[in-house]
T-cell receptor
């Protein structure tokens, strides 16, 4: 089955800096890659996603890049703000798998003033 | 606002009790999911319902019994749970069970005494 690795497990940045979180996946058939933000005690919130027919997608300060050859995808947050502090999970889904999401282990992002 | 509604928000039960978790969505989604999430871990898929039929059971113990009475409702019946079953139980929905974005509810925080 699919396996997703996520790095780093913790990331501390200064407000205004950029943050990058990286994930690798094992199943070359995976074709959908969402990113979720989960604040303490709250639900995972879908913040951006990308499909395998696209190499990059951007939404304001958030962008995701996908390298299918290397089976890597990354989340980029620019101009970080304290409210960006949360746990971020990447995930991958394979066609025909009932839309099962395989999650990475999560990255605790802390944006310091 | 959360479009997937879960009740109750918190539940404390003994190991001999029977209780149920409820999930409701009115987005016309035809796939619904139950996940279990332990502290500082990613969500783990338990069950997937597609068009009110159980399509995936991730080898979940029989003390967890899912039910999908109609396309808007998903229940999780609990009986004879163990202390290690204490966790956040998340419901999610998507348009269908092909590769689609999943939207999560706020979860039920379950504590087993």
């Amino acid at each position: 089955g699919e396996n997703v690795e996520q790095h780093p497990s913790t990331l501390s940045v200064q407000e205004g800096d950029s943050a990058v979180i990286k994930c690798t996946y094992s199943d070359s058939a995976s074709n959908y890659f969402p990113w979720y933000k989960q604040e303490l005690g709250k639900r995972p919130q879908l913040i951006i996603d990308i499909r395998s027919n696209v190499g990059e997608k951007k939404d304001q300060r958030i962008a995701v890049t996908l390298n299918k050859t290397a089976k890597h995808f990354s989340l980029h947050i620019t101009e970080t703000q304290p409210e960006d502090s949360a746990v971020y999970f990447c995930a991958a889904s394979t066609p025909g798998g009932g839309n099962k999401l395989t999650f990475g282990t999560g990255t605790q992002l802390k944006v310091e003033l | 606002d959360t479009e997937v509604t879960q009740t109750p928000k918190h539940l404390v039960m003994g190991m001999t009790n029977k209780k149920s978790l409820k999930c409701e969505q009115h987005m016309g989604h035809r796939a619904m999911y139950w996940y279990k999430q332990k502290a500082k871990k990613p969500p783990e898929l338990m069950f997937v319902y597609s068009y009110e039929k159980l399509s995936i059971n991730e080898s979940v113990p029989s003390r967890f019994s899912p039910e999908c009475p109609n396309s808007s409702l998903l229940n999780l019946h609990l009986h004879a749970l163990q202390p290690e079953d204490s966790a956040l139980y998340l419901c999610a929905s998507s348009r269908d069970s092909r590769v689609q974005p999943q939207h999560f509810g706020d979860g039920t925080r379950l504590s087993i005494l």
